[in-house]
């Protein structure tokens, strides 16, 4: 997949009718793009250089386009949200926007939701955090109306206009808010599916029967890999629409927040609350329930299988997760000033394993830690992050759970109950 996708759109070739590379650019330095902690740490590691061109890309755009940069911040380790305990959701949030600070030098403005999978607790959540925007698919809108208006407009079935950025309050009425941009699932559905990146001319009629105009966004959201991992050559074909033929026919290329600077919000909007008031996203027609019940999504599914293993796999890593939060909370307890403060501020050692643990440590303890003590206090921070990983999004996601993914998941839960019971040990 990097070879294909990732390192080929840091270096967008533009080809002459010969097949002859006339020019090389930055795909990254023309559209918005959120990449997940673990692969910029795995970049960071073994592809530096193509980690510099995002990089690189994103410095560009906060030049170019008044302080905003493409690059978007993501929830930690893709994590369902919705589906999350409030103390896991606030972690996720501020573990991501650190982990954005480290790779980016720069504070985030938005976060991608993993799926767009969300609610009201998770938006409130990101406005705690000062997040400016988010990005949700069309079918998770539910009303609109003129800001300061009394009027509602029903948009349920993706009927929202998503030209336009809508503001969204915080429901704790403390009048704080958000803008959210509703992506045109038209649009996403042809790049995604249909085979948009078979053409750059066609890619750019089909932004143009979008109907854009001064004031109004043309956008779609995909997966990152359509371009050269989905698509072959897909990336050049992006390329090419970006920094030739778009331009040629006058379109401005932007990013969400330049965009959202220069034309604010003139409508509110209240998202649906979903089937049970569970929360929505762009690829469950049930909701969240792909993330824990047989709900017929999937992917990779042979005749007459199911899911039925996704409703106890959910529950029996909620149990462990909370049976963990317990026993980190009783036992950090005793050397660390506020234990879940001291989870949210791990992220540091995380993203930067040269620093020392008696650096990090010193400020969150409640006195001056043994040897013995900061060995058990990171073996508990660990044990905390791995409770955290495996509830990625994609241990559910596909059809099999002796699948690569939801064996994954399942090995961070192996090692949560190893560190549950041997720290247990210990105390005893």
């Known amino acids: 997949m990097y070879q294909e996708c990732y390192r080929p759109n840091a270096f967008g070739r533009i080809v002459d009718r010969f097949q002859r590379v006339s020019r090389i650019g930055n795909n990254y330095a023309e559209l918005s793009f959120d990449v997940g902690p673990t692969l ?49 959701r606030r972690t996720q949030i501020r573990w991501g926007i650190e982990d954005f600070r480290f790779h980016f030098g720069r504070e985030p403005e938005a976060m991608w939701l993993p799926e767009t999978a969300c609610d009201d607790a998770t938006l409130g959540a990101l406005i705690d955090a000062g997040m400016k925007f988010a990005i949700l698919a069309p079918g998770q809108a539910a009303r609109v109306r003129p800001l300061g208006g009394t009027e509602w407009t029903d948009v349920e079935g993706g009927r929202i206009d998503p030209r336009f950025p809508y503001q969204y309050l915080h429901r704790d009425g403390s009048g704080r808010s958000m803008a959210l941009f509703f992506y045109d699932g038209a649009l996403a559905r042809a790049i995604a599916f249909e085979g948009a990146l078979a053409s750059s001319q066609g890619l750019v009629d089909r932004f143009a029967h979008a109907g854009g105009g001064p004031g109004r966004l043309v956008h779609a ?41 220069e034309n604010p919000p003139t409508m509110e909007v209240e998202i649906s609350a979903g089937p049970d008031g569970e929360g929505t996203s762009w690829s469950c027609a049930h ?46 307890g005793d050397f660390l000033t ?76 192996a090692r949560v109950m190893d560190d549950l019971g041997s720290d247990r040990k210990s105390v005893v």
């Not at 010193?362 to 660990?382: H, I, N």
């Open 40 to 88: 910029l740490r795995w970049l960071a590691r073994h592809h530096p250089v193509t980690l510099n061109r995002m990089r690189e890309a994103d410095r560009a755009s906060a030049r170019k386009r008044g302080g905003h940069g493409n690059a978007i911040a993501q929830a930690y380790n893709h994590t369902i949200l919705p589906l999350s305990s409030p103390r896991d």
């Open 221 to 261: 959201a995909t997966d990152g890999e359509s371009y050269g991992h989905h698509y072959h050559f897909g990336d050049r074909c992006l390329a090419y629409a970006l920094m030739t033929e778009a331009p040629e026919r006058g379109f401005r290329t932007t990013n969400y927040g330049q965009f959202l600077e």
């Open 287 to 332: 909701g969240v329930r792909r993330w824990r019940a047989d709900c017929g999504c999937q992917t990779g599914a042979k005749e007459r299988w199911n899911q039925a293993w996704r409703a106890p796999q959910r529950a029996a890593l909620n149990l462990l997760r909370d049976r963990a939060a317990e026993q980190f909370e009783e036992a950090a």
């Open 338 to 413: 506020d234990p879940w403060e001291a989870r949210d501020a791990y992220i540091a050692r995380v993203v930067d394993p040269t620093l020392s643990a008696g650096a990090f440590l010193t400020p969150l303890a409640r006195r001056k830690l043994g040897d013995a003590e900061v060995t058990r206090a990171l073996k508990l921070l660990e044990m905390q992050r791995n409770a955290m990983l495996m509830f990625t999004s994609c241990g559910w996601f596909f059809a099999d759970i002796s699948g690569i993914e939801a064996v994954q998941v399942l090995k961070y839960a």
